[in-house]
């Protein structure tokens, strides 16, 4: 299947917790290999333990998944992945920067941050999602996004694992779009 | 937002007046934390901070603490101490008189880390290490050696994991919530502050840690530093970086010989 991009957006950013990793690749899943957008994916995960995530997403998805590196340029097609405690930031020229300082709502990394430092850099033409998850992180950056023109989208709560995150974004972004699973990776191959 | 080019003449202003260069620092991060500042000091906009930075050099002071990230751990990323531990010390303790730099050590946490090791090898008594920061407060705090006792659980279960041999609590007495470390681990460790952005190398060692810096730094700053490393290293000397950093940007990354690619330690090639 092929992907035609009107060149609104330039990238995706995408956060959760609890259910949140389930949720993302119920979206990952239905995207092709040659996906035209970048996306950086937040999860909140456990301290100090080795991650597999990447490896785990990766069975089940066509777009490349893996964990964004130090300096490195963000590419079409790929998914990077925050890794564990660090807040992971965009910088202008499009490439990762990795902060080890304090944890924001007891997370790090910070969906908050990442999705902050996003808005910073593509403004308007940034696709902003938050999913199913345990905690507040996510809502302050997801309104940062709408405030700079960028498309703000939730989960539908009825369909998260837990409420909490979806439920504080839709709260604190009022023009966020809240759709299902299906309709998000629909969105995201139609823009 | 904040405005680029006014961050830039921040910064100019804040080098000719301190002789700190943030220019070359990650922006994206560096940006977030002066924005903090901004609000936790109630500065409404970055023409009054740099009035208020360059009026008073305490608040500068405060400021330089503020944006530079000090939190770190004891034995941070344990398989990194049980790396240093197993792969390098053997080749240490070869040598008569060790010397050490930890560059960027923050609070001390990690000095006190690498001062349990040693003395556990049997090296710490041959060893100095030079303990540098851009910061001197936290330098002041490191010598102190005085860690919150809420951490220690946390920080036993990193001791244990790093292949610690005895107990944690050997090292350490409580009082009023704070664990107080034994102040002869420090007796050959000297504290001083270095800025790797502008700052010189000072002496030649066997093995220089540089955890969670370089990630402060832009390309261009992280080959200065790594230029800075390489003439200050033994010949087959060591350097230990962060998890998620790497030689790649140096100007000469064959002159560094990958000894653990998942600890990210190296050792000098030639």
């Known amino acids: 299947m092929k992907v035609y991009m009107s060149g609104k957006y330039k990238a995706v950013v995408m956060g959760g917790s609890w259910g949140g990793m389930n949720a993302a690749v119920e979206i990952l899943k239905y995207l092709p290999a040659d996906y035209p957008l970048p996306i950086v994916l937040v999860l909140h995960r456990l301290k100090g333990v080795i991650s597999e995530l990447p490896a785990l997403i990766r069975k089940k998805t066509y777009v490349q998944i893996k964990e964004a590196d130090e300096k490195e340029k963000m590419q079409p097609g790929t998914v990077y992945i925050a890794p564990a405690d660090y807040h992971l930031l965009i910088e202008q020229d499009q490439t990762f920067s990795l902060d080890v300082s304090e944890a924001i709502l007891f997370s790090r990394p910070s969906i908050d941050v990442t999705f902050e430092s996003a808005a910073e850099v593509f403004g308007k033409k940034l696709i902003g999602i938050v999913l199913s998850g345990a905690s507040k992180d996510g809502s302050q950056g997801l309104y940062t996004i709408c405030r700079a023109g960028g498309q703000a989208i939730v989960q539908d709560p009825r369909q998260a694992e837990v409420t909490t995150m979806p439920q504080a974004a839709i709260e604190t972004v009022k023009r966020a779009k809240v759709l299902t699973l299906d309709e998000i990776a629909a969105y995201l191959l139609a823009v | ?270």
């Not at chain 2, 540098?132 to 490191?142: E, G, H, P, Y």
């Not at chain 2, 990193?158 to 409580?174: E, P």
């Not at chain 2, 107080?180 to 504290?191: G, K, M, P, R, Y």
């Open chain 2, 1 to 270: 937002m904040l405005d680029n080019v006014q961050v830039d003449d921040l910064f100019e202003e804040l080098l000719k007046q301190y002789g700190y260069d943030f220019r070359d620092y990650s922006r994206a991060s560096v940006l977030r934390r002066v924005s903090r500042f901004m609000t936790h000091t109630r500065l409404p906009d970055l023409h009054s901070l740099k009035l208020a930075t360059l009026k008073d050099p305490q608040f500068f002071e405060y400021f330089l603490q503020e944006i530079t990230v000090n939190v770190t751990e004891m034995f941070r990323d344990p398989s990194f101490f049980l790396a240093l531990r197993q792969k390098v010390v053997p080749i240490l303790s070869t040598y008569p008189y060790i010397k050490i730099w930890d560059a960027g050590c923050s609070t001390g946490e990690e000095i006190f880390s690498l001062a349990i090791l040693l003395k556990e090898e049997n090296l710490l008594k041959r060893t100095r290490i030079y303990a540098t920061d851009i910061n001197q407060k936290v330098l002041r705090q490191a010598k102190e050696g005085i860690f919150p006792m809420a951490h220690m659980v946390h920080y036993t279960k990193n001791y244990q994991k790093a292949g610690g041999k005895y107990s944690l609590s050997d090292y350490y007495h409580a009082h009023h919530g704070g664990a107080i470390f034994d102040s002869t681990l420090l007796e050959n460790i000297i504290f001083y502050p270095h800025n790797l952005a502008t700052d010189e190398s000072f002496n030649e060692f066997h093995l220089i840690i540089c955890r969670n810096v370089l990630i402060y730094f832009n390309k261009q700053l992280q080959e200065r530093v790594f230029g800075l490393f390489l003439k200050s290293l033994a010949p087959l000397g060591y350097l230990g970086l962060g998890k998620k950093e790497s030689v790649l940007f140096a100007a000469k990354p064959e002159f560094f010989e990958s000894i653990d690619k998942e600890e990210k330690i190296y050792r000098r090639t030639y």
